[in-house]
């Protein structure tokens, strides 16, 4: 919790039991009694940091329960505070209730056996309070509606908030570019919360009314904060919903996506029973009125409502009064004659009718009109407006013409009338602004679409994305995009799908759904199925189905499927690139030139290394026999690929799978899921069988402990963390499945002081933040031989500064946003550690500033970090942080580095950079490490093992190795 101090009575008090019996006297009541009572005052875990306090359950003491008021968060130590403590400390106003029949009762609290004094309760609250009630408000509503401008602004105008600071916070925020953020920044208090200009705890101050005492708690708006919305709603006592009046925002917060009725709902649910909606940012107040209404009884519809209940808070129009209010726009009088039909229809006498709104100019009787199409003309007989005949009629007004001299066959609904003079201009190609939402497939070039204009339905194609277009401004935000796809917030695919047997399915009831965002604006991005048992037993059969067919082809055969499909992964490798940078954060560029690629390539090498296994033969002439070997498919293979490189490692995974002949079920991470799901969409088209791969998708407690535990899948290939690993290896203990684990590293960098550090440095910089550290053989600790360890860090730092930080789509920038909130604050709690464990933080985050679009600052963005004046023992040393975070030591000889650099559970990868031939080779060999590269760093040769040692992993994977996993050996002895 964060607060702004203010200072508290200090008067004791105590607090009376709900029975009317003092919590500490000697009664039948036990602490189980009293716990849930005691723990609906709890504010939470965190910190407090200012007057207010907590009461809080203790131990028993001398045979007897009590409850103390205890500033800060809970001690680890649960033993009684000093009496001294409890003399000091003042109850919070907040969670406080004292029933009407207890007004008059004592409280007395036992402490060690003495009575303290008794006091009134009723009488000190409202002595303390002056008379005033006590009232907790808890301020709620979607990220960027405005609630901690409104609420800052309304303490400033209170004077909770003085002029000097307010203009301390007006030229600070105006330095940092967030000159609008300057009321938000009286509640938005920390350095974090202001760069991203968004609230991330509750924010907690007093202010005072003239019969009340306000506890104002301002609650984060974005979902990656609702634990702490949750926080602040559940201690309130009414709330205040703020919903952007903006054009656009208000709407949106109420449609698919929108979570206006969301904070409604939860604060409801959490015991708030009154709501008041502030509608913010209503500075053009002739954009939107409210109007409250009854249907039901018509109160307030067409004279002002004479009702107490609500005249005591409403004095505005009544509903007639605000239509009759409204500006109507200017009529199209002077422009040339336009009318599109809705309907036709016969007369009872000569001719026939039509009917429609005047778009555009005027008409008289008798006026001869133009139909297009059929392109021929006619003569208005009549003309009839709100069902009254009338010579004219002009544009705005709903009319029915009275036609003849044409046929009614020829006049369909959606066709124009127009003067005969000034035709519509007909057209094949026109620009059309396009609002894209709920669809499965990105916008592209040649996208087939359906033409609606009011009636009018046509189909029409997409020839060309001209540019992309701001939604509130309408300014040009790109030109010449490849593909559009849905705005941020909307979901996008609106659902990912299973993919069994060649089809792509819902998941059982269509519920279990979970949200993916989009890591540079934070905002729900698509939602991936949370797959379960039912969905895994379809895979599994539907894989078994298909084995024996797919096993039973020639190596030659497969080999060309997987050619064809790594051609038409090829052919897409666009769209996939745009899709893998929007799901998990990383740069188009990596994308572009990375991740497809190489998921490509993945498809292509095993098509090429299946053709080239041999296998072993012995002779043996004494007992008249030789021996062979021969492999053979296993049968169903599960497999768990990671989220920092979603199609990348997944089809690394696939590839020799299938080649080998095995059928196969998948399991991307459900945060990266959607190139996994556009890959579906290539298989049936390379020719791959129904059930070969199968693809499911969901979480590791639902799907993925479904698919490892199921006894006709023997074998699970997984690239993640170690805690799920340990999981995987004790659910398939009792199957006795085959497992490949490849798991994280902690991966030392070793520099002497004869490496050439023009390579080495934006080597070890890229080794260090690539994908925003999110590799498992990015570096982490850098040990620099101590003569060059000045001049290395010096270098190193102003290399790590140019490592741009933007958005995906930047092409200048060298990193995006890390994976997800939850990541994000794990890596940053490694560095507050390190800053309390006395490091250095040379650069990066908390040093450095990061600039962003507004649309990208609740992204998951942060600085690479570089870390100096650290211990091997601390944790930044020891444990993998998985993020762009590194730390600098300095060694003195190559004896000394090699034992702290093996000083980790991990041993995935390393690099060593001297031009000392002898060295290298010492030192690589001496290296507990699956991977050694040296004086560069990610070269690789696939035909060669990939893996760790020690807590890295079990197994290796490669040409050779990814085949005998796959496959089982069998020896064959043949006598002659």
Request: aromatic share 6%; charged share 20%; proline share 5%.
């Amino acid at each position: 919790m964060k607060e702004l101090r203010e200072k508290q009575n200090p008067d004791q008090q105590t607090v009376s039991s709900p029975e009317g019996k003092s919590v500490g006297s000697q009664s039948s009541r036990s602490e189980s009694e009293i716990v849930p009572k005691v723990a609906r005052m709890t504010v939470s875990g965190k910190k407090q940091t200012m007057g207010f306090e907590v009461p809080r359950v203790t131990a028993e003491e001398n045979g007897h329960s009590f409850h103390t008021p205890q500033k800060g968060p809970p001690s680890e130590d649960t033993s009684v505070g000093s009496s001294d403590a409890l003399e000091k400390s003042a109850l919070a106003t907040h969670t406080i209730q004292v029933p009407e029949e207890q007004s008059s009762a004592l409280t007395p609290v036992k402490k060690s056996g003495k009575l303290r004094q008794q006091i009134d309760v009723k009488a000190e609250l409202e002595k303390r309070q002056g008379g005033k009630q006590l009232l907790n408000l808890v301020v709620i509503g979607h990220v960027d509606a405005g609630k901690s401008t409104l609420m800052g602004h309304l303490l400033y105008l209170l004077g909770n908030v003085n002029k000097r600071t307010m203009h301390k916070y007006e030229q600070e925020s105006k330095k940092a570019g967030k000159a609008s953020f300057a009321y938000a920044w009286v509640l938005d208090e920390t350095g974090e919360e202001r760069e991203r200009g968004v609230t991330m705890d509750v924010g907690m101050t007093k202010f005072e009314t003239t019969t009340k005492i306000i506890t104002l708690m301002d609650a984060p708006g974005h979902k990656d904060f609702i634990p702490n919305m949750i926080t602040g709603a559940a201690q309130a006592d009414v709330a205040v919903l703020v919903v952007d009046a903006s054009r656009g925002e208000f709407e949106a917060g109420f449609e698919t996506g929108g979570q206006t009725r969301e904070h409604g709902l939860l604060v409801r649910s959490l015991g708030v029973t009154q709501l008041a909606v502030a509608v913010n940012k209503m500075d053009q107040e002739s954009d939107v009125a409210f109007i409250p209404t009854s249907g039901l009884s018509g109160e307030n519809l067409i004279t002002r409502s004479q009702s107490s209940e609500l005249t005591k808070w409403y004095k505005g129009l009544c509903l007639l009064e605000q239509i009759d209010s409204f500006k109507p726009p200017q009529r199209s009088i002077d422009k040339p004659f336009r009318l599109c039909v809705s309907d036709v229809f016969k007369d009872q006498g000569s001719g026939f009718c039509v009917t429609g709104k005047i778009e555009a100019g005027y008409i008289q009787t008798g006026d001869r009109l133009l139909a297009m199409p059929p392109n021929e003309t006619c003569t208005a007989k009549g003309i009839t407006l709100h069902d009254e005949p009338v010579d004219w009629a002009a544009a705005g007004d709903h009319v029915s013409l009275t036609l003849v001299g044409m046929d009614i066959i020829k006049i369909n609904v959606g066709c124009i009338f127009c003067g005969p003079k000034e035709p519509i201009k007909a057209c094949t190609r026109f620009r059309a602004r396009i609002l894209i939402f709920n669809i499965e497939i990105p916008v592209t070039k040649g996208f087939p679409v359906l033409l609606h204009y009011q009636t009018v339905s046509e189909p029409a194609v997409i020839k060309r994305l001209i540019s992309v277009l701001n939604k509130s401004t309408g300014e040009v935000t790109k030109k010449k995009p490849n593909l559009q796809t849905m705005p941020a917030g909307v979901p996008w695919p609106t659902y990912v799908k299973m993919f069994v047997a060649s089809l792509l399915a819902i998941c059982a009831g269509q519920k279990w759904y979970t949200d993916s965002y989009d890591p540079s604006t934070g905002e729900v991005y698509c939602r991936v199925p949370n797959s379960g048992k039912e969905e895994i037993e379809a895979a599994v059969q539907a894989a078994r189905a298909a084995f024996p067919g797919w096993s039973s082809w020639s190596p030659q055969e497969r080999s060309r499927v997987l050619n064809k499909l790594a051609d038409l992964l090829e052919q897409s490798l666009e769209e996939f690139a745009q899709a893998e940078s929007k799901d998990q954060g990383k740069t188009l560029t990596l994308a572009r030139t990375m991740d497809i690629p190489r998921s490509v390539q993945n498809f292509r090498f095993f098509a090429s290394s299946i053709l080239h296994h041999t296998s072993e033969c012995t002779q043996m002439d004494h007992a008249g026999c030789f021996h062979y070997t021969v492999r053979s498919p296993v049968g169903v293979a599960g497999l768990i690929s990671p989220w920092n490189l979603p199609l990348y490692l997944l089809t690394w995974k696939i590839a020799p799978a299938i080649a080998a002949g095995n059928t196969v079920i998948a399991k991307p991470s459900e945060l990266t899921s959607v190139t996994a799901w556009m890959l579906c969409k290539l298989l049936d088209k390379a020719g791959i069988p129904p059930g070969v791969v199968n693809i499911v998708f969901g979480t590791g407690p639902r799907v993925g402990e479904a698919l490892v535990t199921h006894p006709e899948v023997p074998l699970i290939s997984f690239t993640g963390g170690q805690l799920t690993a340990e999981r995987i290896t004790h659910l398939s203990a009792p199957h006795f499945k085959k497992l490949s684990l490849e798991l994280g590293g902690k991966n030392p960098a070793i520099i002497f002081d004869d490496a050439n550090l023009e390579e080495c440095i934006p080597a070890t910089v890229r080794s260090s933040f690539a994908n925003q550290g999110e590799i498992c053989l990015c570096t982490s600790r850098i040990f620099v031989q101590k003569s060059i360890y000045s001049e290395f860090l010096k270098r190193f730092v102003e290399a790590t500064r140019e490592w741009k930080v933007g958005i995906p789509s930047d092409p200048s920038a060298s990193m995006g946003a890390l994976i997800s909130n939850t990541h994000l604050e794990k890596v940053r709690s490694y560095i507050k550690k390190a800053r309390a464990e006395g490091a250095q933080i040379l650069c990066g985050e908390g040093v450095d500033t990061l600039d962003l679009p507004p649309k990208n600052r609740a992204g998951y963005f942060m600085l690479p970090t570089v870390i100096t004046n650290i211990t091997d023992e601390s944790c930044c040393m020891k444990e993998e942080i998985f993020g762009p975070v590194t730390c600098v030591v300095p060694f003195d000889n190559e004896e000394e580095v090699i034992k702290r650099a093996n000083n980790v559970k991990y041993g995935l990868a390393a690099t060593v950079w001297s031009s000392n031939v002898g060295r290298i080779h010492r030192v690589a060999k001496g290296l507990q490490s699956g991977l050694v590269w040296t004086n560069c760093w990610l070269i690789r040769e696939l035909n060669l093992p990939f893996g760790g040692m020690k807590s890295s992993g079990i197994g290796r994977e490669g040409a050779k190795d990814s085949y005998e996993f796959f496959t089982e050996i069998k020896t064959i002895t043949v006598k002659h």
